[in-house]
């Protein structure tokens, strides 16, 4: 079916369990008795947030909030959108920011310069994957799942042009695909 399209898996579906369960347990370590609020960055880390929340063993909320930069292209406008705001007051909160990739860096120091404002005790970024090579802000993840090579990927809540967020694991697209 969609596999298909997939030319070479870079995180297969136990892989990316193993490593976020390790960050989970990570996370309870450094967040326990703080009640943190989880803020997940949709839509790619909905995958990764449910996954991730099922190994943190404390108290904690969750909220999200939906941005867009990249509009049907595999390279970043530059220009962020918030199309869903924060539900929770974060004033006084231990915030964590969850993502599914830290690419260029202009969507999350956006985002947390956004929430700086509002005055949270903390504010942590957890990001399942990172390309490091590919940063233009100036911002560094506290939680990486893995670090990943200068290819477009999707899977695991990643997509191009919308699809391929269902797949159980993360990979490269054939290069007809993206033609
Ligand atoms: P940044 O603002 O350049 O760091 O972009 C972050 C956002 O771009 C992520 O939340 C993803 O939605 C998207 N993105 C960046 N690289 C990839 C990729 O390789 N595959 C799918 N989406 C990506
Ligand atoms: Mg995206």
Redesign the pocket.
Known sequence: MIEKDIERVFFSSDQISARVRELGEQITRDYDGKNPLFVGIL??SFVFMADLMRYVDTYCDIDFMAV???GAGTTTTGAVKINKDLTYNVEGRDVLLVE??LDSGVTLSYLKKYIEVRKPASIGICTLLDKPARRRADITPNYVGFECPDSFIVGYG??YD?RYRNLPYIGVLKPEIYA
């Open positions: 839509k790619g867009s930069s990249y599914d990739i990643l997509d919308e």
